[in-house]
């Protein structure tokens, strides 16, 4: 690679739910991490691998800081302090659609915390809101730190000002090699992404405190002999009896359409059919013990 060629890593924060997972899929061109509506969906350090024609970047998706009522809370704020603290930039995500809050006042204040790492503002959700909205979005965020890098307005879903975001992050980074080489996309195993897939399949139409109580354990994935299956077994991990029911739903339906979802994503990773065994397990208050904590990887 020549001297003129730039690589690095750079991160986005903000609080739950604000599009950073979204954007890193839509940068990285596949999806990697998993998205939801549901708050705090991230639950580790996820890189994506963005090859641009002057470098490289290394997107690090991280949880939304939030305010931690466990100890799994506790963990995931550690785990986005120590990212901020390796990156060479740090993108701070606020949503059009919602104004400017004490959350997002709070975030960007923090990032004095960092000073190594260069700071843009970031936009998201452009597609969903008027011209109004979005300019009274810039200003609100433009004003929150006087020392953003550049201030840019997009739309993940949309695709919208996407290069300019690479282009303009790229230019901040070392130059440098390439940290990764042609072709790879991120450095997650394909079990994490499989796991990752399934909770993503079993949050959709849960409510209220299930989401976090919901967790993925692969048990096993190999190929089924004489045959071109792949077969995967997997455990869904909640905290109650009661969510174990919620889960499997009537007669089995609601864990029968969450294998369905998750296999539709799961085959075209693998590039084989897949058989997918789910079971639902209960882990007393996991998110609050530290050795159930350890088991499930936090």
Not at 162 to 180: C, I, K, R, S
Not at 183 to 202: H, K, N
Not at 246 to 269: F, M, T, W
Request: glycine content about 8%; proline content about 5%; charged content about 30%.
């Amino acid at each position: 690679m020549s001297e003129d060629k730039r690589s690095g890593f750079v991160t986005f924060v903000g609080r739950p739910n604000v599009g950073k997972s979204t954007l890193t899929n839509a940068l990285v061109g596949e999806k990697i991490a998993i998205t939801s509506e549901k708050p705090q969906t991230t639950r580790r350090a996820i890189r994506g691998i963005v090859n641009r024609p002057g470098g490289q970047l290394v997107i690090v998706d991280t949880p939304g800081i939030h305010k931690p009522r466990t100890l799994l809370g506790e963990r995931l704020n550690d785990l986005v302090e120590q990212v901020l603290g390796d990156v060479d930039v740090i993108g701070f995500c606020v949503p059009a659609t919602e104004k400017v809050g004490p959350g997002d006042r709070r975030i960007a204040a923090s990032l004095d915390g960092y000073p190594r790492a260069k700071k843009i503002a970031i936009v998201t959700k452009t597609d969903a809101a008027d011209r109004d909205e979005i300019t009274e979005r810039l200003i609100e965020v433009d004003s929150l730190r006087e020392d953003w890098a550049a201030v840019i307005p997009l739309s993940s879903v949309a695709n919208d000002q996407l290069d300019v975001l690479a282009d303009e992050v790229l230019a901040l980074m070392p130059t440098g090699p390439a940290l990764y080489e042609d072709g790879v996309i991120t450095d997650e195993s394909i079990e994490d992404r499989v796991a990752e897939i399934i909770r993503e399949a079993a949050l959709e139409g849960v409510r209220d405190e299930l989401p976090h109580s919901i967790a993925v354990v692969i048990d096993d994935i190999a190929p089924r002999e004489d045959s071109d299956l792949t077969d995967v077994h997997a455990s869904i991990v909640v905290e109650r009896d009661s969510q174990k029911a919620i889960i499997i739903g009537r007669k089995g339906s609601r864990l029968r359409d969450v294998g369905a979802r998750a296999r539709a994503q799961i085959e075209p990773l693998l590039g084989t059919r897949v058989f997918l065994g789910l079971h639902v397990k209960v882990a007393k208050e996991w998110q609050r013990d530290p050795k159930q904590l350890g088991k499930l990887g936090f």
